[in-house]
């Protein structure tokens, strides 16, 4: 019998998304409340309980209250929103995150999807402070790009409506309470809060997060070597991963490096830029914010949840 999924949110941003991902998969029942049921609750609530595995497409309060409507303990959940990812009983759906990601996530009856914005942070800073090449007091700053899809609805409309007019590029978070500031500290291993500058630009979707390094105020200076050894080394040992390191060069600039060319997959590629003489790093990441950053990971997650390719 194939497994029921259920896209809780489906005509969203990222529930669209999921939907096309899955159209032509013949190893999967999607089930859909008829579109005249779709904000009832009693729907909600039978197509969430007769689901194998629920995907939720919600903001936080909406994603609650459908946990919250699930009285069996067989059907399985993959939360797309904040509200789950760094509560306790959730696994953190990001599978590249360590050796044992894969086989937690595969074997949790609730998954937090990763936030778009933590995720190239995460990919890059937890490594180092596993391998105790950054301490985890390090005074860590985040910035970078995404597609103003990753604002939402009424982002999307906005800019969809101002067409080139639009920002082209617009810094936000600016009272320094970024939502993704929790999971980030948590699962990169920080011992602080990360200063994080976040921006939007005038395309849809994919992005770039950059993590500078100071390093020269720490007791023994790593390399560019040794960081890129680390991050490589760990990626190596998780099979069946989408995060890619780019080898260890100098690279004054790159067509890849730039935020759209990952868009449509699930793939990350990673990079070390390093001046040793200045004991100064840069540690990039490049990823689709709907693919990587929320769909795709959905999916990644779902596959190992229920055991398929």
């Known amino acids: 019998m194939k497994p029921k999924i259920f896209i809780d949110g489906e005509h969203g941003t990222t529930g669209l998304q999921i939907r096309g991902m899955l159209a032509d998969r013949g190893d999967l029942e999607i089930i859909s409340i008829p579109t005249e049921h779709r904000k009832d609750q009693s729907a909600r609530k039978e197509f969430l309980n007769k689901a194998d595995l629920a995907i939720l497409c919600l903001p936080d309060d909406a994603a609650k209250e459908s946990v919250s409507l699930i009285e069996n303990d067989t059907t399985r959940v993959i939360d797309a929103s904040t509200a789950h990812r760094v509560a306790a009983g959730w696994s953190y759906g990001f599978p590249e995150m360590d050796r044992a990601q894969p086989a937690e996530i595969?074997?949790?009856?609730?998954?937090?999807?990763?936030?778009?914005?933590?995720?190239?942070?995460?990919?890059?800073?937890?490594?180092?402070?596993?391998?105790?090449?950054?301490?985890?007091?390090?005074?860590?700053?985040?910035?970078?790009?995404?597609?103003?899809?990753?604002?939402?609805?009424?982002?999307?409309?906005?800019?969809?409506?101002?067409?080139?007019?639009?920002?082209e590029f617009m810094p936000y978070g600016l009272t320094l309470k970024h939502k993704h500031i929790p999971e980030l500290r948590t699962y990169a291993k920080l011992a602080v809060d990360p200063l994080m500058q976040p921006a939007v630009g005038n395309f849809a979707q994919g992005m770039i997060t950059v993590v500078p390094l100071q390093l020269g105020q720490l007791e023994r200076v790593p390399t560019g070597a040794e960081l890129h050894a680390a991050i490589a080394d760990h990626y190596a040992g998780i099979k069946g991963g989408f995060v890619e390191v780019a080898p260890l060069g100098d690279i004054e600039r790159s067509a890849e490096i730039e935020p759209e060319h990952y868009n449509g997959t699930n793939r990350m590629k990673v990079y070390v830029l390093a001046n040793d003489q200045r004991a100064q790093a840069l540690l990039l990441a490049v990823y689709d914010n709907l693919g990587k950053g929320a769909s795709g990971a959905a999916v990644q997650n779902m596959d190992l949840m229920l055991g398929l390719a």
């Open 106 to 167: 595969a074997a949790a009856k609730r998954v937090a999807n990763p936030g778009c914005w933590p995720q190239g942070p995460i990919a890059t800073l937890r490594p180092l402070v596993t391998a105790g090449l950054l301490p985890a007091d390090f005074p860590v700053t985040i910035n970078g790009i995404s597609g103003y899809s990753g604002g939402g609805r009424q982002m999307i409309e906005d800019y969809v409506a101002r067409g080139e007019d639009a920002p």
